[in-house]
């Protein structure tokens, strides 16, 4: 289906996040970052370490603000966190002092119907079921990975964000979470924004990738991945996937490092 027919849900226009570090030296992360995500897509963000992509996330979340440019979401700019807009952390996610069922469920309590159906299909969409009563730290890796998902798709945002979610997993690990993914991006038509340093990652999973230059991050490419629908893991033995990952890597490689931390050093103060 061509998505690009749709209004976007997520809109970058332009966007600028500079921070000011315990020197006051300014540190721009992010310049004029332009893309959009459309309603049931999979965009994935990639990109070498420090170029901004959790703080993309992160604004898109609503829990930083640019220092320049525009983000929007639905059309209306975005004020801060919403129910609609849930964010999967680059780092561990959930309550260790609650337990799976628990965790599951956190993001119910303020509701006033009964929310046991739902954390049980939570629960058995990421095959959590028989886990339900036991504590994060008892879990693998990619249990804990689960764990965040079903905590994030719980309140049915309409726009997932995942900052590096299988990142610390080994490969077949993250192989079957791709594809659980998938499938439940599938079932759910939630839209999804991910962040991933994995070329293989981004290919397999998304319709477009948007590939960020060095810091200061801005969009080098966006990449249409064009790998047949539906995705499972036999697309990656295609001469599709390896012309998309080769293109993909090479556009990596010719990104234009900085050399420097700071964007206008001694500049001090500010935003
Ligand atoms: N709160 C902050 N204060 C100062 N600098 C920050 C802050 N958060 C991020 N930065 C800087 O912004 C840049 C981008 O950081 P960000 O975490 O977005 O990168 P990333 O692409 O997610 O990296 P990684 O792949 O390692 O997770 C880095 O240079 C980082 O040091
Ligand atoms: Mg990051």
Not at 72 to 86: L, T, V, W
Not at 223 to 234: F, G, I, K, Y
Request: proline share 6%; aromatic share 8%; net charge neutral.
């Amino acid at each position: 289906m061509d998505l690009s027919r749709f209004a976007p849900l997520l809109e970058f226009r332009d966007v600028g996040r500079t921070y000011v570090d315990h020197d006051f030296r300014r540190v721009a992360a992010l310049e004029q970052v332009t893309f959009d995500v459309r309603p049931g897509e999979f965009v994935s963000v990639i990109g070498p370490s420090g170029c901004g992509k959790t703080t993309i996330l992160r604004i898109a979340a609503g829990l930083e603000y640019p220092t320049s440019g525009t983000v929007r979401f639905e059309g209306e700019p975005i004020s801060g966190p919403g129910r609609d807009r849930g964010l999967v952390f680059q780092s561990y996610n959930a309550f260790p002092w609650l337990n799976v069922r628990q965790n599951v469920a956190f993001g119910l309590t303020n509701r006033l119907r009964p929310a046991d159906e739902l954390v049980d299909k939570w629960l058995l969409e990421m095959g959590l079921s028989d886990f339900a009563t036991v504590y994060p730290k008892a879990l693998s890796g990619g249990m804990r990975q689960r764990l965040a998902i079903a905590r994030a798709m719980i309140v049915e945002p309409k726009l997932l964000l995942l900052d590096e979610p299988f990142g610390a997993l080994d490969d077949r690990t993250r192989l079957s979470m791709q594809e659980l993914l998938l499938a439940v991006a599938a079932r759910s038509r939630c839209t999804i924004l991910l962040v991933t340093h994995d070329i293989r990652e981004a290919i397999l999973l998304s319709n477009r990738i948007v590939i960020i230059s060095p810091r200061p991050g801005c969009v080098k490419e966006i990449v249409e991945s064009t790998l047949p629908m539906p995705r499972s893991r036999e697309g990656l033995k295609t001469r599709e996937f390896e012309r998309l990952y080769e293109y993909i890597a090479d556009q990596w490689q010719t990104g234009q490092p900085t050399g420097s931390n700071t964007a206008s050093e001694a500049e001090g103060g500010g935003k």
